[in-house]
DNA sequence: GCGACAG
DNA sequence: ATCTTGTCGC
């Protein structure tokens, strides 16, 4: 807990050193759990390049997993499989170290406004940005949780074109904290984009967009496959 | 007591 | 997250 506070006063959230324009890679990194061990995950880490080919992968195999799955408490299952993934590849090929990352979950579209997006950029200093295929729900009751998921499924109608969305706010002081983003034109279902840290919001949209050939961005796609298919 | 809640 | 199954479309 007081490690979460520490690395949330380093938290950026604007562009820093980012050229959407010129971006040469973009990474990835997603976990996956064996249903059957509850102790073994497996960590994938992808790079694409700016034509979102597949550049680099590694998968690292977790067997000791303890640590559960608690909603709102993401990072604190993940953040240091993420993070030994990343110290690797600086070890070992540092030449391919991406521009700008996605991260499987959210960034400060968040309870607390520190999700594992924002976790990780500011734990290993990357640029990143937040992305889920679910929202984000803050509310406690039963009942206001009912009208939240309301309120989304009557937004998600709203987006007719790629690149449409809707902003998240914060429930109670209604700041901006995200958007639903509708990314192909198939798509009903709108994925969910945070800022992670170092970036801006537009750019977050702009490269996430850039990256979706289908529903989920590509770079996650892959980290996602490769992951899954390392487990069986 | 049980299920639901980013993954 | 994980599992299954089926269905549609290229």
Not at 37 to 61: C, F, G, K, P, Q
Not at 202 to 210: F, G, P, R, V, Y
Request: one cysteine or more; proline letters at 3%.
């Amino acid at each position: 807990m007081s490690v979460n506070l520490e690395l949330r006063k380093r938290l950026i959230l604007n562009d820093v050193d980012i050229d959407a324009s010129k971006l040469s890679s973009i990474g990835a990194i997603d976990v996956s759990y064996s249903k059957h061990d509850l102790s073994t995950a497996v960590t994938t880490l992808v790079v694409l390049n700016d034509r979102l080919e597949l550049i680099y992968s590694h998968s690292s195999t977790i067997n000791d997993l303890t640590t559960p799955y608690i909603p709102g408490f993401l990072a604190f299952r993940e953040l240091e499989y993420l993070k030994k993934e990343v110290d690797l590849l600086r070890e070992t090929k540092s030449h391919l170290m991406p521009d700008i990352w996605l991260v499987d979950g959210n960034g400060i579209l968040h309870r607390n406004g520190f999700g594992l997006a924002s976790h990780f950029g500011v734990a290993c200093d990357l640029v990143t940005i937040g992305v889920s295929k679910n929202p984000y729900i803050f509310d406690c009751s039963e009942l206001s949780k009912r009208s939240a998921k309301n309120q989304y499924k009557i937004l998600m109608k709203t987006l007719k074109n790629v690149g449409d969305y809707f902003y998240i706010s914060h429930p109670i002081d209604k700041t901006i904290l995200g958007v639903g983003l509708k990314t192909t034109l198939e798509s009903t279902n709108p994925i969910f984009v945070s800022i992670g840290h170092k970036c801006s919001l537009n750019t977050a949209i702009a490269i996430t967009l850039k990256c979706c050939k289908y529903r989920i961005p590509e770079p996650i796609r892959f980290a996602d496959s490769i992951s899954r298919r390392h487990l069986i």
